[in-house]
């Protein structure tokens, strides 16, 4: 029996990718949207995606990263990668995090859209800044 078009495609798919971008990619435990976040972040990329974050902290560290992703998978994948790599970090750290450490973690982002892990760290640098300005003036947390 011959293989369509289709199923050649995505036959590719699974073998093009690395696991660690297909499991980045396929989570959606962490899309959720936070009442009152420790930090918020919104970014709308040029390709149309958008993505929010919304940070949980404990004792100085990151505790938790949950977003909601309006876009494709490679997107998906780009903050799920940020948030695998920010949980447990001090904010400091997570300064640290670039687009290209989330290329390298996910190995097969397609370099065509390296541009969604950049729309994934600026809405986390968003975020990062908004959590700084909520520790300057904590009674802002409740006004969101």
Known sequence: ?????QQKQEHNFWQDHSLHFLEMALR????ESITHPDGYGKKTGDCGDTVEMFLTLR???IRSVSFQVYGCMNTNAC???LAHLAEGK???QAW???P??????L???PPDHIHCAELAAGAFYLALADCQEIRKQPWKKAYR
């Open 90 to 92: 001090t904010l400091e």
């Open 100 to 105: 290209e450490k989330i290329a390298e973690f």
């Open 79 to 81: 903050a799920n990668t």
């Open 107 to 109: 190995e097969t982002l």
């Open 1 to 5: 029996m011959e293989q369509t078009e």
């Open 59 to 61: 004792d100085n560290h």
């Open 28 to 31: 959606t435990d962490r899309h």
């Open 96 to 98: 640290d995090i670039t």
